[in-house]
T-cell receptor, first 114, second 116 residues
Framework: GNSVTQMEGPVTLSEEAFLTINCTYT??????LFWYVQYPGEGLQLLLK?????DKGSNKGFEATYRKETTSFHLEKGSVQVSDSAVYFC?????????????FGSGTRLSIRP | GAGVSQSPSNKVTEKGKDVELRCDPI?????LYWYRQSLGQGLEFLIY????????KSGLPSDRFSAERTGGSVSTLTIQRTQQEDSAVYLC??????????????FGPGTRLTVL
């Protein structure tokens, strides 16, 4: 079945450090790929998305590129801030389905030190 | 505009009791989803409703769990004879489905259920 594997946390970085959170997926066909973020005390929200191979999703300085050849969707940010501290979930929705469930990775907790 | 709302925000119950969790989706959204977030299992899909189609119940963990969606809008997730392992945050999401290929799901704040 379809699945998502992401880097285990927690990840602790200093402010302005470079961030990479690895994510790989298993799916038949071409799923849509997402990164969701959950800030402390808040609900889950979409951070960025990519719906086809080689697409780059970006938002709030974060980027992720849909790599079909490596089945990956790694999240990157060049310079993290304390406000980026949150739990990040890599996710996919099944291809060729108009209203399908999201399959989430296990989440990576990110803490940024001032 | 209003987002997805859920009630109650917190629910504490005793083992063996029944509970009902409510979700109000974004107006006009045709698809509604329930997920569960727990320490041991991460974020897992439970059930979804799409328009008038039969719901996809493939994620429900046992027959103690059921859900309904009335009038294509509000949904209620019911857990009968609650067990301690049901303790989790229950998330609801909704989406508008204009596209065959992609839909964005908007999540509510969740209901934190604690079974004593």
């Amino acid at each position: 079945g379809n699945s998502v594997t992401q880097m285990e946390g927690p990840v602790t970085l200093s402010e302005e450090a470079f961030l990479t959170i690895n994510c790989t997926y298993t799916a038949t066909g071409y799923p849509s790929l997402f990164w969701y973020v959950q800030y402390p005390g808040e609900g889950l929200q979409l951070l960025l998305k990519a719906t086809k191979a080689d697409d780059k999703g970006s938002n709030k300085g974060f980027e992720a590129t849909y790599r079909k050849e490596t089945t990956s969707f790694h999240l990157e940010k060049g310079s993290v801030q304390v406000s980026d501290s949150a739990v990040y979930f890599c996710a996919l929705t099944e291809p060729y389905s108009s209203a399908s469930k999201i399959i989430f990775g296990s989440g990576t907790r990110l803490s940024i030190r001032p | 505009g209003a987002g997805v709302s859920q009630s109650p925000s917190n629910k504490v119950t005793e083992k063996g009791k029944d509970v009902e969790l409510r979700c109000d989706p974004i107006s006009g959204h045709t698809a509604l989803y329930w997920y569960r977030q727990s320490l041991g299992q991460g974020l897992e899909f439970l059930i979804y409703f799409q328009g008038n189609s039969a719901p996809d119940k493939s994620g429900l963990p046992s027959d103690r769990f059921s859900a309904e969606r009335t009038g294509g809008s509000v949904s209620t997730l019911t857990i009968q004879r609650t067990q301690q392992e049901d303790s989790a945050v229950y998330l609801c999401a909704s989406s508008f489905v204009p596209s065959f290929l992609y839909n964005e799901q908007f999540f509510g704040p969740g209901t934190r259920l604690t079974v004593l």
